[in-house]
C-alpha cells in the first residue's frame, strides 16, 4: 500500500497542488475552463500556515476510517489500493463523514450536496498533487518505507 506523504519543511505554500487538485477533478482537466465552470470542482487537500510553517494538510486514508464508520449511507468505501473512496450515487451530504474526520480533510461541495475527500486520482498513476509539487514536498511512499521517511525527516528537523 502506498500513502501521500507531506514533508512541511519542503512545503512553499505555493498551493500548486491545490490548484492541481481542482484542475484533476474537473469536467475537462483544464485549468481554465476549471475555474471558470458554474460550480468550480472543490479541492481536497488543503495547504495550512501556522507562523512560518506552511503544510498540506490531506486525507491518511485512515485503518480504521472514522468517515467510512460514519457514513450512514455505505458511500464511502475502500478500493483495492487501499484508498477511502466515495460514490457519489449514495450520498446523501449529511455531512456526518466531515464531522468524524479527525483531520478536517472532508469538504462539502454545497452545489452538488456532496461530501468530497481526496480519492488519489484514481485514473492517474500519480496523484495531480504529487506530480505537481515544485518541491517535492507531497510524495506517494511506500507503507515500508514510511518509517524511514519520518526517521529522516526527524532528523532533518533536528539538525537545524
Request: hydrophobic letters at 30%; a neutral charge.
Amino acid at each position: 500500500m502506498q500513502f501521500l506523504y507531506a514533508e512541511a519543511e519542503r512545503c512553499l505554500g505555493c498551493r500548486t497542488c491545490e490548484i492541481a487538485c481542482r484542475v484533476e477533478h474537473s469536467e475537462d482537466k483544464n485549468l481554465t475552463s476549471a475555474i471558470s465552470q458554474i460550480h468550480p470542482p472543490k479541492k481536497r487537500l488543503f495547504v495550512e500556515q501556522q507562523g512560518d510553517r506552511k503544510e498540506p494538510v490531506l486525507c491518511h486514508h485512515c485503518d480504521e476510517s472514522p468517515c467510512m464508520a460514519a457514513c450512514i449511507t455505505g458511500s464511502l468505501y475502500r478500493d483495492e489500493r487501499g484508498v477511502v473512496r466515495r460514490k457519489n450515487e449514495r450520498c446523501i451530504g449529511c455531512w456526518s463523514c466531515i464531522m468524524a474526520c479527525p483531520f478536517g480533510v472532508v469538504a462539502r461541495d454545497a452545489n452538488l450536496h456532496l461530501a468530497v475527500k481526496c480519492d488519489r486520482c484514481p485514473d492517474r498513476e500519480i496523484p495531480a498533487c504529487v506530480a505537481s509539487c515544485p518541491t517535492k514536498a507531497l510524495r506517494l511512499v511506500d507503507a515500508e518505507d514510511l518509517p524511514k521517511e519520518r526517521r529522516r525527516e526527524y532528523m532533518l528537523r533536528e539538525g537545524e
